[in-house]
């Protein structure tokens, strides 16, 4: 018992460091395409929660939000970051809610079915998904305006814009997730019994 919290607790930090690393350098967990950037980085947190819970997928999570406002902050890689990604709500809320989302809907498949793979790979977009929709739906709600005039763009119109970054970055990161995390997780699951249990 005491061996398997230890080894937990080094996954959670492995994790923890990873996503810290993957927060402040560009292209490890972040592609600056200069308009909205593609993520990678929820993959990671997707990972945690499969492979140490939701609770830990949540905390994954929070230093994956903690690292884009300090990001946002020291380094903005798009023309919002600064306006929008400095607010807790829209920087910090959707990761946490990545992890608890995740690592809920593969529980579920782990503990009801026997096809724990399909339940990586559905906890994996439905994570990624997570993430796109209530990122963007928060900038939309508190930001309208100023995405506007940073996208020169009128405020009726923003809705377009928002379905197409979901076309070209949440489906690409979406497909991305499905395809990486259960790989990692499943390599993480088998190389530990202390694991998934």
Known sequence: MQKRKAYRTAILGI????????????????????????????????VAAIVLGPKDGAIVGLVWGIGTIIR????????IDTTVFTNPIVAILP????????????????????????????????????????VLGLMRVMYASAMAQAYATQTDLLNKMLLVI???????EMIAAIVIAPAIATAILKSNRFLDN
């Open 15 to 46: 994790l923890i460091a990873i996503i810290f690393v993957q927060s402040m350098v560009p292209f490890l967990g972040y592609i600056p395409t200069g308009f909205i950037n593609i993520t990678i980085i929820h993959i990671t947190v997707i």
């Open 72 to 79: 946002a902050f020291t380094s903005p890689t798009s023309i």
């Open 95 to 134: 990761r946490i809610v990545v992890g608890l989302v995740a690592g809920w809907i593969y529980l579920w498949f782990r503990n009801h079915t026997n096809k724990k793979v399909l339940g990586m790979a559905i906890a994996a977009g439905v994570g990624s998904l997570t993430n796109t929709v209530l």
């Open 166 to 172: 979901i076309g070209t970055n949440g489906v690409p």
